[in-house]
């Protein structure tokens, strides 16, 4: 399959750019490199929006993926109706302003980007995208994104699996081994815990 880069043609729409890599690095301004360290920066804001007390920080390297796992403990619950929302690809991506800005919290487009760099990088690779997943007490959801190039949209399945209510949010990504995509067999240590964050309520 050809890249979705060498394929959308230029002056086309605007509803791929979250899932095509020269895009996303004119919508973030970072570079691959600096990918995991804004996907813990942004989903940490994303925590610090909501009345948690407690935050953890969580990578470690599967197979070809690094994974990062953000938790947090605020009481409201990630609903599908607002995860919709977050998926929502289309949402400022047609006007030039929308789209050299990243707005910030969980509504916002840093979480899209992430999302769509997870999917991009992985097709450069030519790895398979990674499924994302997300966490919000009593729910899971297994988001898989699916880009259709001839209706210039990102679409998403969702399946949603009931559990016990944990009492905590989390959103886990994966993406692919960077360190300068040469010495791709040094891992991140197996579950290493980067940071922990408790605090009581004044």
Known sequence: ???????????????????ILNDLRKRTGISVSEVIKFSIAEMVANSLDTDATELRIKTRT???????IIRDNGSKQIRLEELKLILDFGNKASSKRGFLRVSRGYLGNALKCLFGYSYALAEAKK???PDILVKSHKAEYVITLKPDIVREVIESDIAIIE??????????????IYRGWIRENEPITEFRELLRVSSTPQ
């Open 1 to 19: 399959m050809s890249a979705l880069a060498d394929i959308i043609r230029p002056g086309s729409g605007r509803g791929l750019d979250f899932v």
């Open 62 to 68: 599967v197979g070809k993926f690094d994974e990062v």
């Open 127 to 129: 790895l398979p995208p």
């Open 163 to 176: 559990t016990e209510d944990l009492g905590f949010n989390s959103f886990t990504l994966k993406f692919p």
